[in-house]
């Protein structure tokens, strides 16, 4: 599976462009299409106690899949860069995109989602649990 992420890295690209689409639409999208109001967000699972469910996935899907995209390539801290910055820009522009409205838990969703990526793959690099 890595080998497939690495070669094709347009798919991390893609995805990365559509949760930027995602975050800056004004309202809801998925709640436009699957409930008929843009101002309802459809809810996955129940919020974790203070962290966002929605954007805790997001931002998880998108960290595997950017590790596994630049895994062999030195890129992994601009990665992890990137990735907290893009977290935190996004949720701070729903302070101007109308429909949209900052919020705490949608930011520490964001990060945590992040982090617990990289805290991973510093116990994986760290005991070599997939080191032949």
Same mark, same amino acid.
């Given at each position: 599976m890595?080998?497939?992420?690495?070669?094709?890295?347009?798919? &991390?690209? @893609?995805?990365?462009?559509?949760?930027?689409f995602?975050?800056?639409f004004?309202g809801?999208f /998925?709640?436009? %299409?699957? #409930?008929?109001?843009?101002?309802?967000?459809?809810?996955?699972?129940?919020?974790?106690?203070?962290?966002?469910?929605?954007?805790?996935?997001?931002? &998880?899907? @998108?960290?595997i899949?950017?590790y596994?995209t630049?895994l062999?390539s030195?890129?992994?801290? /601009?990665?992890? %860069?990137? #990735?907290i910055?893009?977290?935190?820009?996004?949720?701070?522009?729903?302070l101007?995109?109308p429909?949209?409205?900052?919020?705490?838990s949608?930011?520490?969703?964001?990060?945590?989602?992040?982090?617990?990526?990289?805290?991973?793959n510093?116990?994986?690099?760290?005991?070599?649990?997939f080191?032949?």
């Amino acid at each position: 599976m890595i080998k497939f992420f690495t070669k094709y890295k347009i798919l &991390f690209y @893609i995805i990365n462009f559509c949760l930027i689409f995602l975050y800056v639409f004004p309202g809801s999208f /998925f709640g436009c %299409i699957f #409930l008929g109001s843009c101002k309802t967000q459809p809810q996955i699972t129940p919020d974790f106690a203070i962290i966002s469910s929605n954007h805790f996935y997001a931002f &998880f899907l @998108i960290s595997i899949i950017g590790y596994f995209t630049f895994l062999k390539s030195k890129k992994i801290k /601009f990665l992890i %860069i990137y #990735l907290i910055f893009l977290s935190i820009f996004l949720e701070t522009l729903h302070l101007v995109i109308p429909e949209r409205s900052f919020q705490w838990s949608d930011l520490v969703g964001n990060l945590c989602g992040v982090l617990i990526v990289i805290f991973i793959n510093n116990l994986i690099n760290k005991y070599g649990v997939f080191k032949k």
